[in-house]
């Protein structure tokens, strides 16, 4: 397959995804399996974990199509991280000026951050390989990612972009399914 229609494939792929990871939980009966790759509350990190979510299952497929690149690590933990810092970059910059929320940005964000993370993805795949220790270094980060992923899920730090809005509260337990309190 052509990779820039595979790239393609893989923005609409990985932004249908996301945005089902979204509302997943809900759908899931607040299952909390299902909780550690969906979003659980309104906070900024479960927007980044949205991103992240169906980016970690994407790489099922285009590691069966790209793993033995010798770049294939560098290309996956780069689109991370773009991920990763795009959505708190960005929405802590524009709602420091507007001095809010505002959810049609909000929701561009998230496809901005998809689009320039899987275009990293594969402009890294295009480079000539960057050697065994890149190579290395990289597999390494990206599983050392993954980890962190999965515990900040779990055990989210008592920081600003892991503290819901609506409830105040971090992970698990800043889900509500009632409204908050005025």
């Known amino acids: ?8 494939i893989s923005i609409i792929a990985i932004s249908i995804l996301g945005t089902l990871a979204h509302f997943v939980y809900e759908f899931a009966h607040h299952n909390r399996t299902v909780g550690i790759f969906a979003a659980v509350n309104e906070s900024t990190w479960e927007h ?10 994407w790489s099922l497929l285009d590691g069966a199509f790209f793993g ?7 290309a996956k933990i780069t689109s991370l991280l773009i ?6 970059f960005i929405f802590y910059s524009y709602r420091r000026i507007a001095k809010r929320s505002i959810l049609a940005i909000d929701i561009s964000l998230f ?18 390989p960057q050697g065994f220790a890149v190579a290395y270094i990289s597999t390494l980060a990206t599983f050392i990612f993954f980890g962190a992923y999965m515990t900040l899920t779990l055990r989210p730090l008592k920081q600003i972009i892991f503290k819901d809005p609506l409830t105040g509260k971090y992970g698990f337990l800043a889900h509500s399914h009632k409204k908050p309190k005025k």
């Not at 033995?68 to 560098?74: A, D, G, H, Q, V």
């Not at 991920?83 to 708190?88: E, L, N």
């Open 68 to 74: 033995t690149n010798e770049n294939y690590f560098l």
């Open 1 to 8: 397959m052509d990779q820039a229609l595979f790239m393609w």
């Open 48 to 57: 980044i974990k949205i991103a992240l979510t169906p980016t970690f299952l």
């Open 111 to 128: 496809f901005l951050a998809i689009i320039l993370s899987q275009l990293a993805f594969y402009a890294i795949l295009d480079l000539p």
């Open 83 to 88: 991920a990763t810092f795009t959505i708190p």
